[in-house]
């Protein structure tokens, strides 16, 4: 099914499988690398632009839904500018030299074609890619002339293309180097920015528990010193109360603690005396 994409006369106009033109495909990039994620890299010139996507044996043509899983296969802005080659004046720099330079034609069956005047180039065998995806040999394989006729050409390459030629997944392994550079970005971006944030906070509770350690050691300057005891003197006991009977009471003198006897009532109730009372002071 690789072949026939860049046949004149092939067509795909599907929901599915998606839309595609023979006559606009230039070329495609095909190998062991692709073969790991079940597609080919195809680039298509529409008279004014040059663009890319990722062809599979489900959804050949382009499509942003119809690829199993209800996923597709038009890659990112990040990916088609990585694989995507610069294009000036219909001249395409090529990203598997040689040729450097390989110029945009149109031939008689009003078909696209990428030439460097001597052979139309078809595909590209992408043979080895580097741990970033990118290309480190790969051989240029075409036809002496239009619409795949006469002998076969090829051009074989190595030491890195210029951009163009990975084999990821709709991103590819582009992506992922791209995807994982930013990732690896952001974190360290993060990291420092998380550090930053701990220094800060750490030296605001430093300076913090210096302005309090100041604060009370100017207290304590500034607090009296501990209080001097005062002498005990040696508790003196009251001398003992006298007591006397008033001179109209004719009760006896009442020394000390004595409290007057009981007397027995004409009435036969026993009670007690009239209280005694302080000497001078009247009853």
């Given at each position: 099914w690789?072949?026939?994409?860049?046949?004149?006369?092939?067509?795909?106009?599907?929901p599915?499988?998606?839309?595609?033109d023979?006559?606009?495909?230039?070329f495609?990039?095909?190998?062991?690398?692709?073969?790991?994620?079940?597609?080919?890299?195809?680039?298509?010139?529409?008279?004014?632009?040059?663009?890319?996507?990722?062809?599979?044996?489900?959804?050949?043509?382009?499509t942003?839904?119809?690829?199993?899983?209800g996923?597709?296969?038009?890659?990112?802005?990040?990916?088609?500018?990585?694989?995507?080659?610069?294009?000036?004046?219909n001249?395409?720099?090529?990203?598997?030299?040689?040729p450097?330079?390989?110029?945009?034609?149109k031939?008689?069956?009003?078909?696209?074609?990428?030439?460097?005047?001597?052979?139309?180039?078809?595909?590209?065998?992408?043979?080895?890619?580097?741990?970033?995806g990118?290309?480190?040999?790969?051989?240029?394989?075409?036809?002496?002339?239009q619409?795949?006729?006469?002998?076969?050409c090829?051009?074989?390459?190595?030491?890195?293309?210029t951009?163009?030629?990975?084999?990821?997944?709709?991103?590819?392994?582009?992506?992922?180097?791209?995807?994982?550079?930013?990732?690896?970005?952001?974190?360290?971006?993060?990291?420092?920015?998380?550090?930053?944030?701990?220094?800060?906070?750490?030296?605001?509770?430093?300076?913090?528990?210096?302005e309090l350690g100041?604060?009370?050691?100017?207290?304590?300057?500034?607090?009296?010193?501990?209080?001097?005891?005062?002498?005990?003197?040696?508790?003196?006991?009251?001398?003992?109360?006298?007591?006397?009977?008033?001179?109209?009471?004719?009760?006896?003198?009442?020394?000390?603690?004595?409290?007057?006897?009981w007397?027995q009532?004409?009435?036969?109730?026993?009670?007690?005396?009239?209280?005694?009372q302080?000497?001078?002071?009247?009853?």
């Open positions: 690789m072949q026939e994409l860049t046949d004149s006369d092939f067509s795909i106009n599907d599915v499988k998606g839309t595609v023979g006559k606009n495909v230039l495609f990039a095909y190998g062991p690398p692709f073969e790991k994620k079940g597609q080919i890299a195809v680039w298509t010139w529409d008279g004014k632009s040059l663009s890319f996507y990722w062809a599979k044996d489900h959804c050949p043509g382009r942003k839904n119809g690829c199993q899983g996923g597709g296969n038009v890659p990112s802005w990040i990916v088609s500018k990585k694989m995507i080659p610069a294009v000036k004046r001249s395409i720099s090529n990203a598997f030299p040689p450097t330079q390989l110029d945009i034609k031939g008689a069956d009003n078909k696209y074609y990428a030439t460097d005047g001597n052979c139309y180039l078809d595909r590209v065998l992408v043979c080895g890619t580097s741990w970033s990118k290309p480190t040999s790969w051989l240029l394989q075409g036809f002496e002339q619409g795949k006729q006469g002998a076969a090829q051009f074989a390459g190595a030491g890195g293309g951009g163009a030629g990975g084999a990821g997944s709709s991103g590819g392994i582009p992506a992922d180097a791209v995807i994982i550079a930013v990732c690896v970005l952001l974190l360290f971006s993060g990291l420092l920015i998380a550090v930053c944030r701990a220094k800060k906070s750490l030296f605001a509770d430093v300076q913090q528990e210096i100041a604060i009370q050691s100017a207290q304590v300057g500034s607090r009296p010193g501990p209080r001097q005891a005062m002498p005990q003197q040696p508790r003196q006991s009251p001398p003992p109360v006298q007591w006397q009977q008033p001179a109209t009471s004719g009760y006896p003198l009442m020394q000390g603690n004595a409290y007057p006897s007397q009532p004409a009435h036969g109730l026993s009670m007690p005396s009239w209280p005694q302080r000497l001078g002071v009247p009853p």
